[in-house]
């Protein structure tokens, strides 16, 4: 079996074809859209996370019993921090997006990757 292009044995595939199909780089405009999409979801985030904790201190719950107390109280807590939680997510995922698009205008360095 002498064929004129020979495959790579972990991929299977022709040399010529693979770069081929490998997926195009990222551009600035991927990755200023990411940083203003990321950053709307943080905006919605934190709009909702201020009516959940607007909501949870006009509406207190009150139960008979302690641990019904308890359990609602815990249930509150996780509600609240998992809304902050997600503001905080988007927002740092878009502001990392935010300053990878910056670093993408700028020119690349001539030095050599280690």
Known sequence: MS?????????GIAPAT?????????GPLSFLSGALTS????????LLSQRVV???????PHYSKPFAQS??????????????????????VGLGLFLVFIRSLLPASSTEPS
């Open 71 to 92: 359990i609602g109280t815990a249930m509150k807590t996780l509600i609240v921090g998992m809304s902050f939680l997600a503001t905080f997510s988007f927002a740092f």
């Open 3 to 11: 064929d004129p292009q020979q495959t790579d044995p972990g991929s």
């Open 39 to 46: 950053g709307a979801l943080a905006w919605v985030s934190l």
């Open 54 to 60: 607007t909501y949870f201190a006009v509406h207190p």
């Open 18 to 26: 693979a770069a081929a199909t490998a997926p195009p780089r990222k």
